[in-house]
């Protein structure tokens, strides 16, 4: 049997195992770091790996989806949906207004297996800070990040993590380039 010859459910199940099996391989190489050199240089690992890769996630959805350079806050929130951990974690997207999308992963698989083996949350936040800032940059130069609430921080039981991203105009967004 070959990929092409599933069905359709059994191929949505395959991407989905695939998705965990990402998951599995990026939490095992994090412990390795963390073993041989401390949790401070695996969080500085974690982070480089992490802006190059939601990079590469962000131009290859980009391309997927032929969303357009500058598709905003709309661009961004399709594109969400197609990261990998979309296919294994629980997450919404709330447009507030046309320059505010509101980010929320309500489940994460990561944070729930520690919670089940009775550890901590995992303290994400600049780890995260660098992903969702290059993804959403990714996507659309002039959206910017900003976290609510991320692990270490306390975070409400309905979700693990909150983003801001707004949608500035390009008028501020040359400026500030032009300024750095």
Same mark, same amino acid.
């Given at each position: 049997?070959? &990929?092409? $010859?599933?069905?359709?459910?059994?191929?949505?199940?395959?991407?989905? $195992?695939? /998705? +965990?099996?990402?998951? @599995?391989? $990026?939490?095992?190489?994090?412990?390795?770091?963390?073993?041989?050199? %401390?949790?401070?240089?695996?969080?500085? /690992?974690?982070?480089?790996?992490?802006?190059?890769?939601?990079?590469?996630?962000?131009?290859?959805?980009?391309?997927?989806?032929?969303?357009?350079?500058?598709? %905003?806050?709309?661009?961004? /929130?399709?594109?969400?949906? !197609?990261?990998? *951990?979309?296919? &294994?974690?629980?997450?919404?997207?709330?447009?507030? =207004?046309?320059?505010?999308?509101?980010?929320?992963?309500? @489940? #994460?698989?990561?944070?729930?297996?520690?919670?089940? +083996? %009775?550890?901590?949350?995992?303290? #994400?936040?600049?780890? %995260?800070?660098?992903? *969702?800032?290059?993804?959403?940059?990714?996507?659309?130069?002039?959206?910017?990040?900003? &976290?609510?609430? #991320?692990?270490?921080?306390?975070?409400?039981?309905? *979700? *693990?993590?909150?983003?801001? !991203?707004?949608?500035? =105009?390009?008028? /501020?967004?040359?400026?500030?380039?032009?300024?750095?």
């Amino acid at each position: 049997m070959e &990929v092409g $010859d599933l069905s359709r459910d059994r191929l949505l199940e395959l991407l989905q $195992d695939m /998705a +965990k099996r990402w998951l @599995a391989h $990026d939490g095992l190489w994090f412990q390795a770091v963390e073993r041989a050199h %401390g949790m401070d240089e695996a969080i500085r /690992a974690d982070s480089e790996a992490w802006r190059h890769f939601t990079v590469i996630e962000a131009e290859r959805i980009k391309r997927f989806l032929n969303l357009p350079p500058a598709g %905003g806050l709309a661009a961004l /929130a399709e594109a969400l949906n !197609f990261r990998l *951990y979309a296919l &294994v974690n629980r997450q919404e997207a709330i447009r507030v =207004d046309e320059k505010t999308l509101l980010f929320r992963m309500n @489940a #994460c698989r990561v944070q729930e297996a520690r919670r089940r +083996k %009775g550890l901590p949350d995992f303290p #994400c936040k600049s780890v %995260g800070l660098v992903e *969702y800032s290059w993804f959403a940059r990714t996507i659309d130069p002039r959206i910017e990040t900003r &976290v609510l609430t #991320c692990p270490p921080d306390e975070h409400p039981p309905e *979700y *693990y993590c909150a983003w801001e !991203f707004t949608l500035k =105009d390009e008028a /501020a967004t040359t400026t500030r380039r032009d300024e750095h």
